[in-house]
Every structure is written in structure tokens, then in C-alpha cells.
């Protein structure tokens, strides 16, 4: 089980939203200044950067705002959707790749094969999980009487494809 630990900002009938403090590596890298990295990481907002660590959850009535949990994503639930996000799609494209290279076509036609095709790998994943499924959910874990408020330094923050 991924965990991360998060502050419940809003609970009410529909939904459970948790804000997850994600600390940021590039807080204590040395190379700062050269990297390209911290250069991206300034040119989106505090608030689009505050909005990606914001999960969206099934409303719990024991949970009150400034409530601090522990949330949990099943390792296994991590690894297939990273297979859905990711290796599909590059699966996608390098068959379409393959097989117009087979066809002789050219360059530029292998190359719009396999851009299509993994787009449409990735409009069809989108597509397949558009609707709500539990199995992509973090869950609460445990309640603010039983988590540090410091995440520990071994776990990876929770995500939600």
C-alpha cells in the first residue's frame, strides 16, 4: 500500500475532498538554480500546484474539515494504471510504427501512424475510465489520533489517475 498523509478541507454528503502536502525534492537539491526541473515547476501557479495534491473521495461521515489522515492506494492499483497511462499507449504507437514500416511507407506517414495511434490509445483509456471505480480511490486509513502529522520519508504520494 502507497500511504501519504492529508487534511480533509471540505466533507459534506457528496464527497470527501483531502489535501495531500506533497514536499517537494526540489526544496533541498543543491542544484536548484541549474535545473530544469525547479525552472517548470515555477511557471504554473501555487494554487494549480495546491489543485493536483487535492483527492476527491467517498463522503465519510466520521471525517470533519482540518481533519488529518492517512490515505492509501493499493500498490497493485498504482501499477496498472501506470500501465494504462503509459505502456499502452507506447504500445500503441510503436505497433503502429511497426506496421506501417512494413507497409514502406514514409517517414512522415510512420510518424503520423504512431502519433495517432497512441493518441487514440489514450482517448480510448480516458474514455474506459471516465466513470467512477473505486479501485483507483485512495482510502482513508486512519484518523489524525493515529498518524504523524510528518509523512515518512519512504512513502510515495498517494495518486489518482
Partial sequence: MVEENGTVIRSDAQQLIVAVVQSSACDSCRARQGC???????????????AKNHFSLSPQP????????????????????????????LLAALSAL?????????EGVQL?????AGGAALLFTKR???????R????????????KTQ?????????KP
Fill in 36 to 50: 530544469g526541473q525547479a525552472v517548470l515547476s515555477n511557471f504554473t501557479s501555487a494554487d494549480a500546484q495546491a
Fill in 62 to 89: 466520521n471525517l470533519q474539515v482540518g481533519d488529518v489522515v492517512r490515505l492509501g492506494i493499493p500498490e497493485d492499483s498504482l501499477t496498472l494504471a501506470a500501465i494504462w497511462m503509459y505502456l499502452w499507449p
Fill in 98 to 106: 511497426l506496421v506501417s514500416s512494413i507497409w514502406v511507407a514514409s
Fill in 112 to 116: 503520423l501512424a504512431a502519433v495517432l
Fill in 128 to 134: 474506459r475510465f471516465q466513470h467512477a471505480d473505486t
Fill in 136 to 147: 483507483w480511490e485512495p482510502r482513508v486509513l486512519a484518523l489524525s489520533s493515529n498518524v
Fill in 151 to 159: 509523512s515518512s520519508s519512504n512513502s510515495a504520494p498517494a495518486v
